[in-house]
């Protein structure tokens, strides 16, 4: 196949899967692996019928979306599937751009390599992001928002930039790790500096008055929100409060729902807060780690949330695995990638697995699934040392030919499509 | 995995459930009962003597229950396989609960074949089931429906019968929906009794797909059958070393030759018991076949076993039986909540012992951790190369110069794209001989098809081989990769299985243990085409050396849905291709 058509190829084929009327698709729109009470399909669903018959959304303790997919399609478009299709598209096609970004590459050059051909193949056939999608799950959204927000970052348009990240915020309030690696990718550039680290040479003062231009923004969205909800902040508690409080304790293959189902409730709020301060703890040593290259950090911290936030759904690791191939100058580092593969494939395979057997057969029981959701844990925990070793050992100098960065990438890529395979 | 029937591992039964109350009833089943379950044997008798068509005994069964005053109908149903149709009738009644709203339901059931084979008919089975409907409708202690279900043939009847009643007909299927329904099933049994009378009640629990009931139903019938009925009870239809003392020796596989001392061992008289349980729970559970009607039910959450009335002289009949199943009956009335505390995953190797999912896992996890580690190992293999070079030392004392060798290790690369097309490919070629097993035309030409496919599987490989890219020396040679992953692989397949299939797991771990580990390339052409034979014959063999094995493999994929064809083709033989192919590239 020639370079150059992939992308196209592949945004057809994800559009072909969204028109066809696919069998499994409602076993998918009901899967705990692929949907959390955040992010389900069928739960915007029933906030819609509820606004249309003039009831809250927000009252019930159902609905946990942000106000804003609310209004999108109550007004504009009704969620149909080639929605998630086009947000898939546009996600690979911000995954490119950064790509160029970073190799300094011209953005719209006719010609593409085979990396390139790997990095979109690597985002929409990935089966991490391609089921949550098929499944109609918001994630979908949240993944194509965050990759906005990298690519106008890294090529420098601040005010797209920030208002990319200000919608993602809207929706996923946990992709606020991700604010400053970006306002320091905003005053830097996203060039690699992986192997010459420095100190950082950004302005100080111009990341205060990006930051001041993002609360702008930001604020202006809450205000739209609160507009859509009926002038009234119910909706602030139900969406955003949902990933701090987790009041819906639906299985997922995250490490918070178990831990919370066997607390007592004394311990409940100390437990909460202790589980939300260790996602924030990262961002400062990341972001002092790797100053001289802002875009790993976030990348770095993309991975903490695909391991350790809550409401976690297989989307949310499959982001940091489909990002690996932005970085094959790392390849050659990393120290145990077909142990990590194996993980994910054990847990990819344990998951669905242990799920049946506990819900659906009744043989197994909750310890069942939880210990799978640990192999998970395990996987993406790997995965992420691995990237944060592999990200620091190629500063001093190399044990690997440089010419191997293709070759790796390759393996790479291969070495997932494993797990595609199941 | 020989250690498991050893007696030390196992440990004895007990019941988990507190609800359950086993054997602490009155019973009131009688000799007059008893004598009605007599005239029903008679009639049933009459019956076989007549060669009643299958619809015409569906209505005799359908006019017994509604003397009785219940509500009863029959079902009529059509199965379509590969091999042509299969059709019967069923009867069935429901008796609602005095007690409850109905929401919640046991069932009784018998089939008109037994599970003893030769075509052996459960007459007295079904005279059992219509007894005790008649009986169990004057009591009104019952808190859940009862329903009475007489299913026709072996399986296939309850089969059409349970997906009617829980709205799930496959596509293959067409039969009308029940007349009658009642709640939630939540216990069943099922009673196959077809010799004259017996002298132990045999249970047997295996479901399909490798599925076994909650071990306190197995547990507390056992209770109640000591108890109550004062009758051991045994796994299957083994007899226990100690109720065949003088005829063991009949029973043993120990040769007649080996010393007394031997043979009348009790450790090995119960090493060779236990071991016999083991196999026959392993050549069920491995093949994902139910070994009695109560298997079907498991699919739907519902804990059953079947009661199996071992043939013998005496002295038991009607009456024990009808007092053990009542008693029963009552157990199972008294549960408040779905059985769920005792365990799912056990090897009974005697009825009062048995073996926790602790003991017996680590036997096939161990050889798939080995696996694993070899793969990795592999893996590791291939991405250094030694390079031997001669550098003459010059040492500063000694005279003699000697040429010594320094090795270098150089890493290299691993390009995996054209390993993992193999693989795609070896499992694609499994799910077109899959299709072609299930197709009607294979069928027909049985004959013709079976050597087309076996010279197709094992000549495909060796004529795509050179496809494949060459091997460099900067690059690991591709058979060492597709070692590696094909080892990562199978060894993921056998510790995923382990969960949901111990037994198949337990086959696997056999089969391609050691296979896929030793397989390696060899220098000479000869060997090496030699060992691929070895391969496609360990793949594929079965359909040659085990036709009737393939053919109830299809079948019961068909019509059970019992997915062991399936995997057997999709993933077993590919993974011992891949094992064969890399024997082939290397003299390539």
Redesign the interface.
């Known amino acids: 196949m020639d370079e150059g058509t992939v992308l196209p190829v592949l945004v057809c084929f994800r559009l072909l899967l969204a028109v066809l009327p696919l069998p499994g698709q409602h076993i998918l729109k009901h899967d705990h692996q692929i949907n959390s009470p955040l992010t389900s399909y069928l739960r915007l669903k029933e906030g819609l019928w509820m606004l249309d018959n003039n009831v809250d959304p927000y009252m019930g303790g159902s609905f946990h979306h942000s106000p804003l997919l609310l209004s999108v399609f109550s007004t504009i478009l009704p969620p149909i599937p080639i929605i998630w299709a086009v947000s898939d598209a546009v996600g690979a096609w911000a995954l490119l751009r950064i790509w160029r970004a970073r190799q300094g590459l011209s953005l719209h050059r006719a010609t593409t390599s085979t990396a390139e051909s790997l990095i979109v193949s690597a985002y929409i056939l990935n089966p991490y992001l391609l089921f949550p999608s098929l499944a109609l799950s918001t994630s979908t959204f949240e993944n194509s928002f965050t990759l906005l927000t990298l690519m106008f970052a890294s090529e420098g348009k601040p005010s797209s930039a920030l208002l990319a990240i200000a919608f993602t915020i809207n929706l996923s309030p946990y992709s606020i790790l991700l604010l400053l690696p970006i306002l320091m990718l905003l005053v830097t550039s996203p060039a690699s500096q992986l192997a010459s680290p420095r100190p950082f040479h950004g302005s100080i003062n111009r990341i205060a008055s990006l930051f001041g231009e993002f609360m702008l923004y930001w604020l202006v969205l809450v205000g739209a929100a609160c507009i859509i909800a009926d002038g009234s902040w119910s909706w602030m508690k139900a969406s955003w409060g949902a990933s701090l409080t987790l009041p819906d304790l639906t299985p997922n293959p995250g490490l918070w729902w178990y831990f919370f189902t066997e607390m007592f409730d004394h311990f409940r709020p100390f437990f909460l807060m202790v589980f939300s301060v260790h996602l924030v703890i990262y961002i400062l040593p990341v972001c002092i780690k790797f100053q001289h290259d802002p875009l790993y950090a976030a990348f770095l911290l993309i991975g903490v949330l695909g391991t350790f936030k809550a409401y976690l759904t297989l989307a949310d690791p499959g982001l940091f695995l489909s990002m690996i191939s932005l970085f094959p100058e790392v390849h050659g580092y990393l120290r145990h990638p077909?142990?990590t593969t194996?993980l994910h494939?054990?847990a990819a395979?344990?998951l669905p697995?242990?799920h049946i057997?506990w819900v659906?057969?009744?043989?197994?029981n909750a310890n069942f699934y939880y210990a799978a959701s640990l192999v998970m844990g395990m996987a993406g925990g790997a995965g992420l040392v691995d990237a944060c070793w592999a990200g620091m050992r190629i500063a001093l100098g190399d044990v690997?030919v440089e010419s191997?960065g293709k070759?790796?990438v390759?393996?790479w890529e291969?070495?997932r499509?494993?797990v595609a395979?199941e | 995995m020989l250690l498991i029937p050893i007696p030390l591992l196992s440990q004895g039964t007990y019941i988990d459930e507190n609800a359950l109350q086993p054997a602490q009833v009155n019973t009131y089943w009688n000799w007059g009962d008893v004598h009605t379950a007599d005239l029903h044997m008679y009639q049933l008798d009459g019956i076989v003597d007549r060669n009643l068509t299958s619809e015409q005994r569906a209505e005799f069964f359908r006019m017994e229950f509604s003397k009785l005053g219940l509500a009863a109908s029959t079902q009529n149903y059509t199965f379509t396989t590969s091999k042509g149709t299969i059709s019967g009738n069923n009867a069935y009644a429901v008796m609602s609960s005095p007690r409850a709203a109905g929401t919640e339901a046991m069932v009784i059931s018998a089939s008109w074949l037994s599970t003893a084979g030769h075509g052996a008919l459960n007459v007295r089975g079904i005279s059992t089931v219509l007894s005790l409907a008649a009986f169990l409708k004057d009591y009104s202690l019952w808190a859940k429906d009862i329903i009475f279900v007489i299913s026709d043939d072996y399986l296939h009847g309850m089969h059409a019968w349970l997906n009617a009643y829980h709205g799930t007909i496959p596509s293959n299927l067409h039969t009308d929906p029940l007349e009658h329904i009642s709640g939630v099933i939540w216990t069943a049994l099922n009673i196959d009794y077809s010799g004259h009378s017996f002298s132990h009640l045999g249970v047997f629990h295996e479901g399909l797909n490798g599925?076994?009931p909650n071990q306190d139903l197995i547990n507390s019938f056992r209770f109640i059958s000591h108890y109550t009925g004062g009758l051991p009870m045994t796994v299957y239809d083994h007899l226990e070393p100690a109720d065949l003392v003088d005829r063991w020796s009949e029973w043993s596989v120990l040769p007649s030759w080996t010393p007394a001392f031997i043979r009348r061992s009790p450790q090995l008289q119960q090493y060779e018991y236990r071991a016999r349980n083991v196999v026959r729970h392993i050549g069920y559970q491995a093949r994902g076949m139910c070994s009695g009607v109560h298997g079907l039910f498991h699919q739907f959450?519902i804990d059953a076993i079947t009661i199996f009335a071992v043939p013998a002289k005496g002295p038991h009949g009607f009456h024990a039986l009808g007092k053990i199943v009542e008693s029963t009956l009552r157990t199972m009335n008294n549960l408040l909540e779905?059985l769920?505390a005792s365990f799912?995953?056990y090897i009974l190797t005697s009825p009062g012992t048995f073996l926790k999912i602790g003991m017996f896992l680590p036997s096939a996890i161990l050889v798939s951790v080995a696996m694993?580690f070899k793969g990795?190992g592999e893996?590791v293999d291939a991405g250094w190369v030694r390079e031997v070079s001669e550098v003459s030392l010059k040492g500063t004392g000694s005279l003699e110069k000697e040429p010594k060798t320094k090795d270098t290790w150089r890493?290299r690369?691993?390009?995996?794209?054209s390993v993992?097309i193999t693989?795609?490919a070896t499992?694609v070629l499994g799910v077109l001989v899959f299709n072609l097993l299930c197709s009607r035309r294979f069928d027909e030409n049985r004959s013709f098809f079976v050597p087309a496919i076996l010279a197709a599987v094992s000549m495909i490989p060796p004529a795509l081989l050179p496809l494949l890219p060459k091997n460099t020396p900067e690059v690991a040679p591709s058979s060492v990769l597709l070692k590696s992953?094909n080892l990562?692989?199978a060894s993921?397949v056998i510790?995923?299985m382990s969960?949901?299939n111990f037994s198949l797991a337990a086959m696997l771990a056999l089969t391609m243990g050691v296979p896929l580990a030793t397989s390696s390339r060899s220098s000479s052409m000869t060997t090496s085409l030699l060992r691929y034979a070895a391969y496609c014959i360990l793949a594929w063999g079965w359909l040659v050396l085990l036709p009737e094995e393939v053919e109830s493999a299809i079948w019961n994929w068909e019509v059970l849905g019992v997915w062991f064809a399936p995997f057997v083709c999709i993933v077993y033989a590919p993974l011992v291709m891949q094992a064969g192919i890399v024997c082939l590239q290397g003299s390539s």
Do not use: D, Y
């Open positions: 077909i142990v194996l494939l054990h395979l344990l697995l242990q057997l659906s057969e009744g043989r197994g690997k191997e070759g790796q390759a393996r291969v070495a499509w494993e395979q | 599925r076994l959450r779905r769920h799912f995953f694993l990795l893996w890493n690369r691993r390009p995996m794209l993992l693989m795609v499992h992953s990562c692989l993921t510790s995923i969960l949901l």
